[in-house]
């Protein structure tokens, strides 16, 4: 009796009265790319096309992050950061196209924005995602660059957003009367000669949400400490129970 009682009282200590812990989490746009040009070749060749090529945008937000500018009021949220308003960046973003990989750390600008409006006092439903990062190399430095990735999936009909949790697991095709897109542009000089010079508009498909492989769920975090909790129990039963022994 007194085992399950220990059992329940971890449980309620890891679910409830523990301090939320930062976690990681994968927020994923596919579809395809259109009004593009790839005029140094950063994802094709030198002065290509990208339209009608396959994407995959990938978000990673890291939630709850001390200083990050965070806003609920029950029917929309978000998480932004970076330098541009002093405080930490929640999100960094990588974009795939032809099998390359290009990264946004979003150290300048990071937003993550959700709309639950449809049954819930609004118009529509949203997920907008937005990361930069923008400068120079050095004061004096002669680089200089601007990288941005966006990304939106927005409804006026189909209620696909049920809460304003960014991190709540999410798999959402996008339908014909949806408004999604998006877009990006890498650019980047060196004494105002352009090194790298790429832009393009997104038609998603298909977002989702996940928690970044390696990262335990909450449920998960309770079975580990409640696990340790009866370990530890076992452990002071036997050492109770050799006390007497070692004394005779």
Not at 3 to 21: D, E, H, K, R
Not at 101 to 108: C, L, M, P, V
Not at 208 to 215: D, H, L, S, Y
Request: net charge negative; hydrophobic share 35%; charged share 10%.
């Amino acid at each position: 009796m007194k085992q399950v009682s220990v059992l329940f009282s971890t449980i309620a200590l890891a679910g409830f009265g523990a301090p939320a812990s930062a976690a990681s989490y994968l927020i994923t746009y596919e579809g395809t790319v259109y009004d593009s040009n790839d005029m140094t070749g950063v994802f094709g060749g030198s002065g290509s096309s990208l339209d009608g090529m396959a994407y995959t945008a990938v978000y990673t937000l890291t939630l709850p992050m001390a200083g990050v500018l965070t806003n609920d009021d029950g029917r929309s949220a978000s998480a932004r950061g970076g330098s541009v308003y002093g405080v930490p960046s929640p999100m960094s973003g990588s974009l795939t196209i032809n099998g390359v990989t290009q990264t946004i750390s979003g150290y300048t600008y990071a937003y993550a924005g959700i709309e639950n409006g449809l049954n819930n006092g609004g118009t529509f439903d949203q997920l907008l995602l937005k990361t930069q990062d923008k400068g120079n190399n050095s004061p004096s430095d002669e680089i200089h660059y601007d990288y941005f990735l966006n990304n939106v999936i927005f409804s006026f009909k189909n209620d696909f957003i049920h809460n304003t949790d960014l991190t709540a697991p999410l798999t959402y095709d996008v339908q014909s009367n949806d408004s999604s897109g998006g877009y990006f542009y890498e650019y980047a000089d060196f004494g105002n000669i352009a090194t790298k010079q790429v832009t393009g508009r997104f038609t998603p498909t298909r977002v989702t949400i996940a928690v970044a492989p390696g990262v335990p769920e909450p449920a998960s975090w309770a079975l580990l400490i409640v696990g340790f909790g009866l370990i530890g129990q076992s452990m002071r039963r036997r050492l109770s129970a050799a006390s007497p022994q070692a004394a005779s």
